[in-house]
């Protein structure tokens, strides 16, 4: 279980996380959504502890992150995966270097092992295709990062971080960047992930569609605050209910970002200036 | 939109600025020295990880030596031109090759071969890091639980230290030729005559100190490298300026730790 408790952290005096508490139940796929800055790849951050709160805990697995040594930090993190929203390849090396390194490190398995189970780390992500010339996973291992296209290389990230075959997984925007039908090929993966593996996840994502497909559980992030906690079947009543039923101002909030609504109490600087340049017309 | 505090008024302005890069200072020092004590820890894992060492030393040390043998060819004719220019009138020409190679092994041979290093080894691995850093490729190194300390900065640290030695080695030997090259030419100094003082005046200690001031260069240059680009934050602008604080900060650094040596070891 991954669990914050009353997590606050500010950078250079401007509050990014002013109060956030929430839970990630064993098995179970909670999606955050919310503008961008608004703090969730801190969130993020704050639980893989590669930045410490100012205030509240964070526990993952029932051990609280904010208290550990860094040995303790590592031993925790051979526990998470995590999926970069740049996908963080390290451009020195060769794909098949980048998905074996973390196993090479932390194993005494056999070359042939290892080579397994990066082989087989590609094909789950679709990267190999043995009727396309040059699109074999062993092809595909030769590869540089910098010798692939985005899409591929948020699937090499995703290859990496599953190779560890981690309990929990963290997604930073897994399908920004990539076009609709590999958009759905992830959702999927990620779904087929918790499903089967059981593997615990959180995703940070602003592509509705894949909210809706991944999460059990829907969070909304916003100002620093959890604005809404519920499952997805409450979320999506709320996205389809009448905009005039709703009462209370964070509801407001939460049917204008699962609608990605322009107008609305979430205002910002730039849909002023086009509501004034409609009125003056 | 009034601030909340107002600015600090004429008197304390200097007192906190001082304060403040008081602390600044001391507080890079205490990390510098934690970054060092870390290395040293995991240099136990040198035997295993010693494709990552080898691969540094190939980039740091193999990659430099053209350059480095370049400057010292060049540093040894300039320094025998000058001993002819200076002093030729009162030194017989025997003494030429073992005052260049004086001048070369205990000064101008470290210093220079570090300064130029400075600028091709240090600016790399501080670019090289800062990179990493920006693009979150230092953060999925840590997420794999895979120590950037062992797996990115004591290998580079441990290649610079051992490397640079060797480096301005034979950067002191290309010296002696590029020295005895411009003696032939434009002294009419011959090959026994230019090498004859040398064994008389040699003092194994001379050697020591180039090889002292070259570890302590490679270090300098690997430190403020590798802390540099580790520390760097703010995309492409960020990796542009850890490149030039590295250079600035390893030249300086270099300049000031060979006058304490000197003091020191002579």
């Known amino acids: 279980m991954i669990r914050l408790s009353h997590v606050a952290k500010s950078f250079n005096g401007n509050p990014v996380l002013r109060d956030v508490s929430f839970e990630v139940k064993e098995g179970e796929s909670v999606v955050m959504i919310g503008r961008s800055g608004q703090g969730k790849s801190v969130t993020l951050r704050n639980i893989l502890g590669l930045i410490q709160p100012d205030a509240g805990n964070v526990w993952v697995d029932g051990d609280e992150v904010t208290q550990m040594s860094p040995v303790e930090l590592r031993e925790m993190r051979k526990k998470v995966g995590m999926l970069f929203q740049n996908s963080a390849l390290w451009d020195s090396m060769n794909v098949f270097d980048n998905i074996s390194l973390a196993l090479r490190h932390h194993t005494n398995m056999t070359e042939k092992a290892i080579e397994e189970i990066v082989y087989s780390s590609l094909t789950q992500v679709g990267l190999h295709d043995p009727d396309r010339e040059g699109q074999s996973a062993e092809d595909i291992g030769r590869r540089m990062p910098s010798d692939l296209s985005g899409g591929m290389r948020k699937r090499v990230g995703l290859a990496r971080a599953l190779a560890t075959r981690p309990k929990y997984m963290l997604y930073d925007e897994p399908t920004t960047g990539l076009d609709p039908i590999m958009a759905g090929i992830i959702d999927n993966l990620i779904r087929e992930l918790n499903t089967r593996n059981k593997t615990t996840s959180l995703t940070i994502t602003h592509d509705m569609r894949s909210a809706f497909t991944i999460a059990d559980r829907i969070i909304v992030l916003h100002k620093g605050e959890i604005f809404f906690d519920a499952p997805k079947e409450v979320a999506r009543e709320l996205k389809e209910s009448p905009r005039e039923e709703l009462r209370l101002e964070k509801e407001q909030v939460v049917y204008q970002l699962l609608n990605g609504d322009h107008k609305g109490l979430v205002h910002p600087a730039i849909a002023d200036h086009y509501e004034k340049a409609h009125v003056h017309q | ?266």
């Open chain 2, 1 to 266: 939109m009034p601030s909340a505090t107002p600015p600090p008024t004429f008197p304390k302005r200097p007192i906190v600025a001082l304060g403040r890069a008081t602390i600044n200072l001391f507080t890079r020092i205490g990390s510098v020295s934690l970054i060092t004590w870390e290395v040293l820890k995991v240099t136990r894992y040198i035997i295993r990880d010693r494709s990552l060492y080898f691969r540094q030393a190939l980039e740091i040390g193999v990659e430099s030596l053209p350059l480095v043998l370049l400057i010292g060819a060049f540093t040894g004719a300039v320094s025998t031109w000058q001993t002819n220019y200076t002093a030729g009138d009162m030194l017989p020409l025997k003494y030429m090759g073992v005052a260049t190679f004086k001048a070369v092994l205990i000064e101008l041979g470290p210093v220079l071969a570090g300064l130029v290093l400075a600028g091709r080894v240090g600016s790399s691995l501080a670019a090289q890091l800062a990179t990493m850093r920006v693009t979150e490729q230092v953060d999925a190194l840590e997420v794999l639980a895979v120590d950037p300390i062992r797996y990115l900065v004591a290998p580079r640290m441990v290649s610079a230290v051992v490397m640079v030695p060797v480096l301005v080695t034979l950067d002191v030997f290309m010296a002696m030729w590029g020295g005895f090259l411009v003696a032939y030419l434009f002294m009419h100094v011959g090959f026994d005559l230019y090498f004859a003082e040398i064994p008389v005046f040699f003092k194994m200690k001379d050697v020591n100190v180039m090889l002292i001031k070259s570890a302590t260069f490679g270090g300098i240059i690997a430190m403020n490298g590798t802390y540099i680009g580790m520390n760097a934050k703010g995309g492409a602008e960020g990796v542009g300026k850890a490149t030039i604080r590295s250079f600035v900060f390893s030249a300086l650094g270099i300049l000031v730790m060979d006058y304490v040596l000197a003091t020191i070891l002579f």
